[in-house]
């Protein structure tokens, strides 16, 4: 029993990256959401990650992808291991008609060491459709960043390798879908 108060508490805390349930923040004020994702990455690794997440979100480029689809799919890595990660996605269920900017901004917080900001702007849909189904995509985004941890090193070498081909400059926004 002693030990079992410190754990909840501790699980609490670890949430959203831990299996404990969580919540989306309130959208802000210009109808975007926005937070840091509970990770932290070494320079080395940030760069991989960029280019392992670009490769999940360009696996989603078709309309018939079963949990969201992509469109534009843009990254962009400086030396620091500071980059961005841009596209237009939509989020299954696909007759709700939710679509968003996606951007994921990688960003140096001391020597060495970056941390991953998400920022999702809806551009169709209902609002509570939109935070709903982002509730299932960010759970996915999560996973992504949980399978980079336990990639074999060799892996994780060939994305990081990888991150040298992405353009070097910042990331244009995509064009947002007619309304």
Do not use: K
């Amino acid at each position: 029993l002693a030990t079992l108060l410190p754990a909840r508490r501790a699980a609490a805390h670890a949430a959203p990256s831990g299996m404990v349930a969580w919540e989306l923040p309130a959208p802000g004020p210009d109808g975007t959401l926005e937070f840091t994702l509970p990770f932290t990455l070494t320079r080395g690794n940030a760069r991989g990650m960029l280019a392992f997440l670009h490769a999940y979100l360009t696996r989603h480029a078709e309309p018939t992808s079963e949990d969201f689809n992509c469109r534009r799919v843009a990254a962009a890595i400086g030396e620091a291991g500071e980059g961005e990660l841009r596209t237009l996605l939509w989020l299954a269920p696909y007759d709700l008609d939710v679509s968003q900017d996606f951007v994921l901004a990688l960003a140096p917080i001391g020597p060495g060491v970056c941390q991953a900001t998400l920022r999702l702007r809806r551009l169709s849909g209902s609002e509570d459709a939109w935070l709903r189904t982002n509730r299932r995509f960010l759970d996915l985004i999560r996973h992504q960043f949980l399978l980079w941890r336990n990639l074999p090193p060799a892996q994780r070498e060939r994305f990081i390798a990888r991150a040298d081909s992405l353009p070097a400059a910042p990331v244009a926004a995509p064009a947002s879908l007619p309304v």
